[in-house]
């Protein structure tokens, strides 16, 4: 795979753990819903890992046996946890409003795949006042949850972009794979969840360690390559 930024006119962001610092509050939120709901408390580690899914795959995942009256409180403390509870902090990681300033310069076209849910986008796009850098967004409500390339796909159709016109940025397994299996280059940022080791399974274009560099990759794509 090669990098050639004239031919990208669409780029497409993760939102945790890609654009927002907001692994350590998941985890903590996860842990504190699952001692309230009673179930087992899931590790640190565990909790990353599903990261990106939507909440429904993430329960599933964490918590196999859980009953649906388990699933619903889960649910409610999570949504409380995270939203009102839960004081750690989740700024934007630096150099995200640079990077999507420095894109629409260059006439890319924004958009979001993110496993949060509709209200919780709509809610930090209120927050942070970025919504008008992005063209679309898909969220778990929208669509089947990472990594089936389903988001990916509708917003290629929304935006009658061919895969190869576009290029997703993600930190975790589940971006890197939703983004092959819908065709579409990618490339893996290190300071979200996974690092070097997972993220080059899915022959991304290039790994980057943050924000700025990925913005310098823009600049001088031949910077980060070869992965």
């Known amino acids: 795979m090669s990098f050639e930024i004239e031919r990208i006119e669409l780029v497409i962001f993760d939102w945790d753990g890609t654009v927002m610092d907001s ?5 903590s939120a996860m842990q504190s819903a699952a001692q309230l709901t009673e179930l087992p408390v899931p590790s640190d580690h565990s909790v990353k890992q599903i990261i990106g899914l939507s909440l429904d795959l993430a329960f599933s995942t964490l918590f196999p ?3 649906a009256a388990q699933h619903q409180r889960l649910f409610e403390h999570y ?9 750690t902090p989740t700024p934007m990681f630096t150099g995200a409003e640079a990077l999507f300033l420095q894109l629409r310069q260059q006439q890319k076209r924004l958009a979001v795949a993110t496993g949060k849910a509709r209200k919780g986008l709509d809610r930090i796009f209120a927050e942070t006042g970025l919504a008008h850098y992005f063209d679309t967004t898909r969220c778990a409500d929208d669509a089947k949850s990472k990594p089936d390339p389903d988001m990916l796909l509708q917003i290629l159709a929304e935006t009658r972009l061919q895969p190869e016109q576009a290029l997703m940025v993600g930190d975790t397994s589940h971006d890197m794979l939703m983004a092959q299996q819908a065709g579409i280059p990618r490339i893996g940022v290190t300071h979200g969840v996974h690092g070097v080791d997972v993220l080059s ?18 600049t001088q794509p031949a910077e980060a390559l070869p992965v």
């Open 65 to 67: 046996a859980m009953t």
């Open 23 to 27: 692994v350590g509050r998941i985890v």
């Open 201 to 218: 399974q899915f022959q991304p274009l290039a790994i980057v360690d943050d924000l700025p560099q990925l913005q310098r990759l823009f």
């Open 79 to 87: 949504r409380e946890q995270y939203v009102e509870r839960d004081p």
